[in-house]
């Protein structure tokens, strides 16, 4: 840990922040690396604790570090590239990309219809859907929360099927489904909801990219619309031609 810069008038939590910035910069803690704890960055340093929450808190709003509730605080990953083309996978792109892909089920619960969801789903208003909650990660690091619809009559018991298989591909593979394609994609930007951004582990307000998509089979029709809030600051899209 790099404790040099002792520079008078510059305030403490800078300079400690300045120090830490310093040690990501030259590699000594490389991306998803854990910081050591604040009482040993408060003795390096010669200062408190909460100096050392303070320069912490910076760190984060600028997306150097995250805090991890119960863990510590690590080094941000570097952006994940992220292909979106007709096939596009979470599994695969962050496998790819030298990374475990991992998913969690947030929740899974009855829907119906609305007019928006019949008609890009290929239904009737008001039929039954089930409706999706997850959590996508590459390794330890928080990459999308997606919300997925599907029609409950033709997948029935998704929700438990996708907590088993943690994989929207594969759920759909257990519903004899091996192929599908990506039919539409709109991105937009917004600020991340108070629960988005607990469970994306992001500071409130910090922005998200959201990507509203609809998948269907190989004859065209439509198996699942789902809308999944990225972290803005830990992935960049990639838009390829086929």
Known sequence: MNVQDTSI?????????????RDIANGTFAAGHKLPGET????????????????????????LVRAERGSGTYVEAQRLAYPLHAHTRFSEIVGVSGHEPRGQLIDASDDVATRHLARTLGLKAGAPLTRIESLRLSDRTPICISTTWLAADRFHDAGRVFAS???????????????????????????????????????????????????VDVSGKPLMTKRARFAAERVEFLVEND
């Open 9 to 21: 008038g510059v305030a403490l939590w800078r300079r400690v922040a300045d120090g830490i910035e």
């Open 40 to 63: 040993e960055i408060a003795e390096a340093y010669q200062v408190n604790r909460h100096t050392v929450r303070r320069a912490l808190a910076m760190l984060s709003e600028r997306g």
């Open 165 to 215: 298989v943690r994989s929207m591909t594969k759920l759909l593979a257990h519903f004899g489904i091996r192929d599908y394609r990506r039919a539409s994609t709109r991105i937009t930007a917004a600020i991340a909801t108070a629960t988005d951004a607990i469970r994306l582990e992001l500071p409130i307000g910090r922005p998200v990219l959201v990507v509203d998509s609809t998948d």
